[in-house]
């Protein structure tokens, strides 16, 4: 493996670490005002949203719709029934790895 | 604040010891999932060119997925270190309000701090988040703890004995991180303005895709949360509703 490769290792573990820490190091054990909370609050479905439909309905730099897409609303299908993460994920994967093979 | 909010007594009221129990096996479903995306991630990582030691050494030191899963994909496109590590920091940002979120929950000196920080990830987040700024840090020492064990578990199975599992799309693996995201998400859409905001953060990334680099759509969409800036519309309406 390239040296390069190592840095780009180096560099993430880094920025990540700089990143995680820096949140509980700046704000120190102050409580955060009220509307801030609640903008903190909703950080989690908008961050979570963005995250699931970049990778189930993009690729590359393109829309793009496919065996994933389909497996992944499974997922959600059956977690909103109250179907556990691991069912829920399990389909997620048959029904993609299911359509790759039919097509 | 500061008002504990009732909704999940018995973290709240566990000694810290029972909370990072609790945790760890709240954290069991994820760890087991986040032990297959490794697996995906080890496969990954050497068709890109890492070794195995560097996919694995990677997985210790970052514990990222989505940072690590877009370096790869970064790395394999031709891109060069400084794109890699560009968009493992845009990818990881959204940790920056997580942190800053925890922050209050958290105690000792900077240094303690900086540590205890390191410790989260996404769905340890949002389980030990108990509502109105409030973490349970014990509780989400345990769910990371279990998940970090898995994710260098999967990580060396997939760096190292990857290449008898053939092809992870053919397998259907790259459904798995989308999922589990979407489960997370889920949780996070029992009231109205949880699901505004998450179409919202969807809506911004999906337009943002065709013109920015990787990481950059997920970052920006977080502005959606900014809604909470404005007063609850339903607030009046659910407490009418209740009496």
């Known amino acids: 493996m390239s040296s390069e490769l190592w840095l780009v290792i180096a560099g993430c573990a880094a920025v990540t670490a700089i990143i995680k820490a820096a949140g509980p190091v700046a704000l120190g054990g102050r409580e955060l005002p009220p509307r801030v909370a609640q903008v903190i609050g909703l950080l989690a479905p908008a961050l979570l949203a963005a995250l699931v439909v970049t990778q189930a309905l993009v690729d590359g730099t393109r829309l793009h719709m496919g065996a994933d897409t389909a497996g992944v609303a499974v997922a959600g299908i059956v977690a909103w029934r109250g179907g556990s993460v691991l069912r829920a994920v399990g389909l997620a994967v048959i029904v993609t790895a299911g359509l790759r093979a039919l097509g | 604040m500061g008002a504990t909010p009732p909704s999940t007594p018995p973290a709240d009221d566990a000694s810290p010891r029972a909370s990072f129990h609790l945790g760890m096996r709240a954290g069991v479903p994820y760890a087991i999932v986040g032990g297959v995306v490794a697996l995906t991630f ?101 769910a990371s703890a279990v998940q970090y064990v898995t994710w260098l578990g999967g990580t060396a199975i997939g760096a190292f004995g990857g290449s008898a599992l053939g092809d992870p799309k053919t397998l259907g693996l790259d459904a798995i991180f989308p999922a ?62 209740v009496l």
């Open chain 2, 180 to 241: 589990f995201f979407l489960v997370l998400l889920l949780a996070e859409l029992r009231d109205g303005r949880g699901r505004a905001v998450a179409l919202g953060g969807a809506a911004i990334a999906l337009a943002l895709v065709p013109v920015a680099p990787p990481g950059v759509p997920v970052l920006v969409a977080s502005a959606a949360a900014l809604a909470g800036l404005w007063p609850r519309v339903g607030d009046k309406a659910r407490a009418d509703s």
């Open chain 2, 42 to 142: 080890g496969v990954l990582a050497r068709d890109a060119g890492f070794s195995a030691l560097g996919a694995l050494v990677m997985s210790a030191i970052v514990f990222a997925g989505s940072a690590q899963f877009t370096v790869i994909s970064i790395v394999a496109g031709g891109g060069g270190a400084a794109a890699a590590i560009g968009a493992a920091a845009l990818m990881n940002s959204r940790f920056l309000p997580m942190g800053a979120a925890l922050a209050p929950s958290l105690s000792g000196r900077s240094l303690q701090r900086a540590a205890q920080g390191q410790t989260v990830v996404d769905a340890s987040w949002a389980m030990a988040n108990r509502g109105e700024g409030r973490f349970d840090r014990h509780f989400l020492f345990g």
